[in-house]
Nanobody, 125 residues
Framework: QLQLVESGGGLVQPGGSLRLSCAASGFTLNYYTIVWFRQAPGKEREGVSCISSSGGSTNYADSVEGRFTISRDNAKNTVYLQMNSLKPEDTAIYYC??????????????????WGQGTQVTVSS
């Protein structure tokens, strides 16, 4: 079965950190550009960060620039999103998606081949 599985979400206090993982099963992530999206209740889905298939290009939404870092470990078939200095407005369900692209151009709006089921991130005191 071809799927992406996110993990690492949870409840954290403002200013805290979490690391999300996006693991692939049934296929190899090496050839895919990976994007993290998030969706908060009552809000539209937002593209948070992107990493190209080679890992040589990354992009971030303005709202997370300087706080989040995306990376990939192709040997582990996994992509990570390190989230630091978390704010209450980061609360959302976070999804990873894989697309057969070489770069992160227009990453928020392109169609993707695979999606994970999502992991909840709650930032609250």
């Amino acid at each position: 079965q071809l799927q992406l599985v996110e993990s690492g979400g949870g409840l954290v206090q403002p200013g805290g950190s979490l690391r999300l993982s996006c693991a692939a099963s049934g296929f190899t992530l090496n050839y895919y550009t990976i994007v993290w999206f998030r969706q908060a209740p009552g809000k539209e889905r937002e593209g948070v960060s992107c990493i190209s298939s080679s890992g040589g290009s990354t992009n971030y939404a303005d709202s997370v620039e300087g706080r989040f870092t995306i990376s990939r470990d192709n040997a582990k078939n996994t992509v990570y999103l390190q989230m630091n200095s978390l704010k209450p407005e980061d609360t959302a369900i976070y999804y990873c998606a894989a697309g057969n692209y070489l770069d992160c151009t227009y990453y928020s709006s392109r169609p993707y081949n695979y999606w994970g089921q999502g992991t909840q991130v709650t930032v609250s005191s």
